[in-house]
Each structure stands twice: as C-alpha cells, then as structure tokens.
C-alpha cells in the first residue's frame, strides 16, 4: 500500500497551504454576510440551490 503523499511532506510545507485554504474560507464566508445583510435571498448569492447535490 502507498503512503499517502501528505504524510510525506514536512509539516512546514503543508502549514502554508492549510492556511491558505483557511484565507479562502473566510474571504468567501465574508462575501456572504455582506450579500446577506443586503437583503439578498440565499438562493441567488449560493453557486448552487441548497439541498441539490
């Protein structure tokens, strides 16, 4: 069996990416508390229709 490429790594190459996904996260959650306090229905700020897979 292969390890898995992320054990691999040195925990100070793999940091900087989880925050970097963690900057994403909040920017985008941002973005929506602002459409939000527009008055802009979920439904039309959401890439797609809650409860659709």
Do not use: W
């Amino acid at each position: 069996m292969t390890e898995h490429r992320l054990f691999a790594m040195e925990f100070a190459k793999v940091y900087p990416l989880y925050v970097a996904k963690a900057e994403r996260k909040i920017r985008y959650l941002d973005k929506l508390i602002d459409e939000l306090a527009r008055g802009k229905a979920m439904d039309k700020i959401l890439r797609r229709p809650a409860g659709s897979s």
